[in-house]
Nanobody, 124 residues
Framework: QVQLVESGGGLVQAGDSLTLTCAASGRTFSLYTMGWFRQAPGKEREFVANISRNGSITYYTDSVKGRFTISRDNAKNTVYLQMNSLKPEDTAVYYC?????????????????WGQGTQVTVSS
């Protein structure tokens, strides 16, 4: 099992940057594909980005390509989401997720472990 704790959310203005951090417990972090998802009020949780367990593969939803970067540090049991050029439509609760696999897809049902979420609010 793995426990996930997100941090780094906050209130920013459009065009600003934020870095989200997800700290994982356990000694097998390097075996998990890690993903970031987000959920805006009244909407379903949606995929943002994911990274394979060795960091060699990353994938992004179209709306964040070129603005967000996912990365991981297996020595620190941590995954990051660097968010640049933030837009009001990026406002949501951001969740970290994990699944025991080299590589997984973009749907919520493919991930077994979830953090509690961190709020990101982007004002115009």
């Amino acid at each position: 099992q793995v426990q996930l704790v997100e941090s780094g959310g906050g209130l920013v203005q459009a065009g600003d940057s934020l870095t989200l951090t997800c700290a994982a417990s356990g000694r097998t972090f390097s075996l998990y594909t890690m993903g970031w998802f987000r959920q805006a009020p009244g909407k379903e949780r949606e995929f943002v980005a994911n990274i394979s367990r060795n960091g060699s593969i990353t994938y992004y939803t179209d709306s964040v390509k070129g603005r967000f970067t996912i990365s991981r540090d297996n020595a620190k049991n941590t995954v990051y989401l660097q968010m640049n050029s933030l837009k009001p439509e990026d406002t949501a609760v951001y969740y970290c997720a994990a699944v025991l696999a080299f590589w997984k897809g973009t749907t919520t049902r493919e991930y077994d472990y979830w953090g509690q979420g961190t709020q990101v609010t982007v004002s115009s």
